[in-house]
């Protein structure tokens, strides 16, 4: 039996795309985004859900997305979900769970 890790997001940039480069030469872009969902309430009323997601992307994708996004972009994110670790500041171990694109690509709003 396979399985497939696999994210499909679609939503808003929440600030402006971080870049860093590496010794050895290679670019990673990160960036928050929001997705929301509208629905009804059990009372009839409409209300929605924000959901921020981090994303990370390499090489090519880091070089695109630096060059062709910012805060607020409408953007359709594709990629696979990914959880990592760090040591912070006070020697505590943190968790970060994440999105590693294989294609991000900037949206026209629907209206």
């Given at each position: 039996?396979?399985?497939?890790?696999?994210?499909?997001?679609?939503?808003?940039?929440?600030?402006?795309?971080?870049?860093?480069?590496?010794?050895?030469?290679?670019?990673?872009?990160?960036?928050?985004m929001?997705?929301?969902?509208?629905?009804?309430?059990?009372t009839?009323?409409?209300?929605?859900?924000?959901?921020?997601?981090?994303i990370?992307?390499?090489?090519?994708?880091?070089?695109?997305?630096?060059?062709?996004?910012?805060?607020?972009?409408?953007?359709?994110?594709?990629?696979?979900?990914?959880?990592r670790n760090?040591?912070d500041?006070?020697g505590?171990?943190?968790?970060?769970?994440?999105?590693?694109?294989n294609?991000?690509?900037l949206?026209?709003?629907?209206?």
């Amino acid at each position: 039996m396979s399985t497939t890790n696999k994210v499909q997001l679609t939503g808003n940039l929440g600030n402006n795309p971080e870049v860093k480069i590496f010794e050895n030469g290679s670019k990673v872009a990160r960036f928050s985004m929001a997705t929301k969902d509208e629905y009804k309430t059990r009372t009839g009323e409409k209300a929605e859900d924000t959901q921020w997601h981090f994303i990370s992307a390499w090489g090519k994708m880091a070089e695109q997305i630096e060059a062709e996004l910012k805060k607020g972009s409408f953007v359709s994110v594709e990629g696979r979900l990914t959880t990592r670790n760090y040591i912070d500041k006070n020697g505590q171990k943190k968790y970060v769970t994440e999105i590693v694109a294989n294609e991000v690509t900037l949206k026209q709003k629907e209206n």
